[in-house]
């Protein structure tokens, strides 16, 4: 049988006739119609050749590649019985599943082509024989053609997420793998690989994201065999996923992601499809954070002035971060003990709350249930639920894979969101696990993260890692918002949306309207670079604004203005970035869907290369329509190296297609400063 799916342009030509275990033939672009008869002609065609000192068949390689089909390269599948290694030879059973008899293990692959032309793949390994049966990997690979030779990927620390790599790997295994845990700030993301030179809007790219929010594993294997495999997987420390005989072990999804029209191709279908099964289902309420503004100094008389001045603004969701909870005076202690710090609200937190509510703001609270101070009640009363080795911020791991630890915390959190009119929990976890118990534990997160969902429905959840270290397409489905990181400095994060951009739609990526010093670098920014940067997301102000001037808070109100009227375009529209060719200066927007309208942000990160920056030229318009563009005011106007404006500025009136190609003068911009415009279709 061979299964040709197709949707959005895609193709992917499955080969599951005879013996063997299937194979996918292509993935990528879509062949269009093909008989029976071309698709068969096709899977032949596609059969190598024998080379000498090799096995004596063709080189199939299947969707679980192993030694007994000559593949020597990187197992996806590998399995143990206790005594000795086990060979897979496995056999079709029929469908997408195989089997080795004589071994009594069944594997079975599953496959998805969305109607975005998103790939989905996952393993099931199943223990059919009468003793334990440890599962090592359990991991997808598909094929990439030659062609395909460039690799980007991530790494990243805290404060700095998301910083690509680009290089040309020779023969060999580029496997990226994450241990903490989480995926951490150094996570892979998504390991994008494609022909040589490929930009966001031209390239031929194929991506692997596996979608787990605790240990995996994703490569690419260049084999000198003359086969490119994609790859991703959970990953799996030794012994952790042992099988009772009958019991199966389903890995996660790995997404898999093509496209001809470079990353914002990969984009264009990664966001629509999120935003097909995506929780968010309503407008992004503008935030503001307590953290940075007062971190652990809570008290009603601090925090009321911040509410009012936070609701002059037009601020509509207050949340309060760390510090609220009992004997949490600094980051040393605490953590577990989630009852209301009498000693700082004497009468709860409803004093507060009805503050809140009744400046018309809804209300979110700050949580971290998977962590432990050793220095809590918590800590000394149950030592047996902690995990995790050392201590990481002063904090050891709850072991959520134990019923009563888990039970616990899902009461305590439960209390609060029945005590307090919470509309938001903003779900931190600040360390690594350091332990191998990743799968258990990832597996009960989730069950909870899915229990309070289920029982306190209008509560929206933010997943937060010391920032961006757990943003994922495992957790997305439970979650409606990302902290994307924990600098809000406007430098750093043009870089961190950018790239976490790429998979996740603006609508989930927290964006924080930061004091002018950052907190996290020391650098100062200017209000407009700030606003325009924090704009192109969820957005949020952490500062104090009991502190900002007269001036900066107007700016603020104009800003919050603008954010409300943009944020259907901003959260519902295609996200486009342009190549740059000069890295210190960078274009990205958002256009609507049917292309009427779009704003942009021009970036200055540093001094162009040249006395005249580059043009801009403004990608994703409707090439057959005109377009005005105007300048944006958004609070506060930008710095000049020299005031003279180009004579365009601040609007004119030009095709689309004219728009994109040759672009506009840009205005003198300093460095470190933005200029937000708008196109709109007349
Ligand atoms: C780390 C988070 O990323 C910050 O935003 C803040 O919530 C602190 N934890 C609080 O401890």
């Known amino acids: 049988m061979l299964h040709h799916l197709r949707a959005a342009g895609v193709s992917v030509l499955l080969d599951a006739r005879g013996t063997g275990v299937p194979r996918v033939v292509h993935w990528g672009r879509d062949l269009g119609d093909l008989t029976d008869e071309d698709l068969a002609a096709l899977a032949d065609a596609t059969v190598p050749a024998v080379p000498p000192s090799s096995v004596d068949h063709p080189l199939r390689v299947s969707l679980v590649p192993g030694l007994a089909e000559g593949w020597s390269g990187r197992p996806t599948v590998a399995v143990h019985r206790p005594g000795g290694p086990l060979d897979l030879d496995l056999r079709s059973a029929g469908g997408l599943a195989s089997r080795d008899e004589a071994a009594g293990v069944a594997v079975e692959t599953e496959v998805e082509l969305t109607p975005q032309g998103v790939?989905?793949?996952?393993?099931?390994?199943?223990?059919?024989?009468?003793?334990?049966?440890?599962?090592?990997?359990?991991?997808?690979?598909?094929?990439?053609?030659?062609?395909?030779?460039?690799?980007?990927?991530?790494?990243?620390?805290?404060?700095?997420?998301?910083?690509?790599?680009?290089?040309?790997?020779?023969?060999?295994?580029?496997?990226?793998?994450?241990?903490?845990?989480?995926?951490?700030?150094?996570?892979?993301?998504?390991?994008?690989?494609?022909?040589?030179?490929?930009?966001?809007?031209?390239?031929?790219?194929?991506?692997?994201?596996?979608?787990?929010?605790?240990?995996?594993?994703?490569?690419?294997?260049?084999?000198?065999?003359?086969?490119?495999?994609?790859?991703?997987?959970?990953?799996?420390?030794?012994?952790?996923?042992?099988?009772?005989?009958?019991?199966?072990?389903?890995?996660?999804?790995?997404?898999?992601?093509?496209?001809d029209a470079g990353l914002d191709g990969l984009s264009d279908r990664l966001h629509p499809w999120i935003r097909s099964w995506s929780t968010i289902g309503r407008p992004r309420p503008l935030v503001l954070n307590t953290w940075e503004a007062v971190y652990f100094d809570h008290s009603l008389e601090r925090l009321e002035p911040l509410v009012d001045a936070a609701a002059a603004v037009g601020v509509e969701r207050f949340v309060l971060d760390d510090g609220w909870f009992r004997g949490r005076d600094d980051d040393t202690r605490a953590l577990g003990d989630w009852f209301v710090d009498l000693a700082k609200w004497p009468d709860g937190l409803t004093p507060l709350i009805d503050r809140v509510t009744g400046a018309g703001m809804e209300f979110g609270l700050w949580v971290e249930p998977e962590m432990v101070n050793p220095d809590s009640d918590l800590a000394r009363s149950h030592p047996q639920w902690l995990v995790?080795?050392?201590?990481?911020?002063?904090?050891?791991?709850?072991?959520?894979?134990?019923?009563?630890?888990?039970?616990?915390?899902?009461?305590?959190?439960?209390?609060?969101?029945?005590?307090?009119?919470?509309?938001?929990?903003?779900?931190?976890?600040?360390?690594?696990?350091?332990?191998?118990?990743?799968?258990?534990?990832?597996?009960?997160?989730?069950?909870?993260?899915?229990?309070?969902?289920?029982?306190?429905?209008?509560?929206?959840?933010?997943?937060?890692?010391?920032?961006?270290?757990?943003?994922?397409?495992?957790?997305?489905?439970?979650?409606?918002?990302?902290?994307?990181?924990?600098?809000?400095?406007?430098?750093?994060?043009?870089?961190?949306?950018?790239?976490?951009?790429?998979?996740?739609?603006?609508?989930?990526?927290?964006?924080?309207?930061?004091?002018?010093?950052?907190?996290?670098?020391?650098?100062?920014?200017?209000?407009?670079?700030?606003?325009?940067?924090?704009?192109?997301?969820?957005?949020?102000?952490?500062?104090?604004?009991?502190?900002?001037s007269a001036d900066e808070l107007a700016a603020v109100t104009r800003w919050t203005a603008l954010y409300r009227s943009s944020r259907a375009l901003l959260h519902g529209g295609v996200v486009v970035r342009g190549d740059a060719s000069d890295p210190a200066w960078l274009t990205h927007g958002v256009v609507a869907t049917d292309r009427s309208e779009a704003l942009f942000a021009v970036v200055a990160l540093g001094t162009a290369q040249g006395a005249l920056p580059p043009v801009i030229r403004l990608p994703g318009l409707d090439p057959s329509r005109t377009y005005r563009v105007s300048v944006v005011d958004v609070g506060a106007e930008p710095t000049f190296v020299q005031p003279q404006a180009p004579p365009w500025w601040p609007g004119t009136t030009l095709p689309g297609r004219v728009l994109a190609e040759v672009g506009l003068a840009a205005p003198l911009l300093a460095p470190e400063n933005a200029v937000l415009l708008r196109c709109e279709a007349v």
């Open 388 to 548: 995790g080795a050392g201590t990481w911020r002063h904090q050891r791991v709850l072991d959520l894979t134990q019923p009563a630890a888990y039970a616990h915390v899902r009461d305590r959190l439960d209390a609060l969101l029945t005590e307090y009119p919470i509309a938001y929990l903003k779900w931190d976890h600040n360390r690594d696990l350091l332990a191998s118990a990743a799968h258990g534990q990832t597996i009960a997160l989730y069950a909870l993260l899915a229990e309070l969902r289920a029982d306190h429905p209008s509560v929206e959840i933010e997943s937060c890692a010391s920032g961006g270290g757990r943003i994922d397409l495992g957790i997305l489905p439970l979650v409606d918002r990302v902290w994307t990181s924990d600098t809000n400095d406007p430098l750093e994060r043009q870089s961190i949306q950018r790239w976490t951009g790429l998979v996740i739609p603006p609508e989930y990526l927290g964006s924080h309207l930061g004091a002018a010093r950052a907190h996290t670098t020391g650098r100062t920014a200017a209000l407009s670079f700030r606003l325009v940067t924090a704009l192109f997301g969820h957005a949020g102000i952490e500062w104090d604004l009991t502190r900002a």
């Open 119 to 259: 790939l989905r793949l996952r393993q099931s390994v199943r223990n059919e024989g009468s003793t334990p049966l440890a599962v090592d990997a359990a991991a997808v690979v598909v094929p990439v053609p030659d062609r395909a030779r460039e690799v980007l990927d991530f790494s990243g620390l805290w404060s700095h997420e998301r910083r690509p790599q680009r290089h040309l790997p020779p023969h060999g295994v580029w496997s990226r793998e994450s241990r903490h845990g989480r995926p951490g700030h150094d996570d892979a993301f998504l390991l994008t690989v494609g022909v040589p030179g490929f930009g966001f809007r031209h390239g031929e790219v194929w991506a692997a994201h596996v979608a787990w929010s605790g240990d995996s594993v994703s490569w690419l294997e260049r084999s000198s065999l003359g086969v490119s495999l994609l790859g991703g997987g959970e990953l799996l420390a030794p012994g952790e996923v042992t099988l009772a005989p009958g019991e199966t072990y389903t890995g996660p999804w790995t997404v898999l992601v093509w496209s």
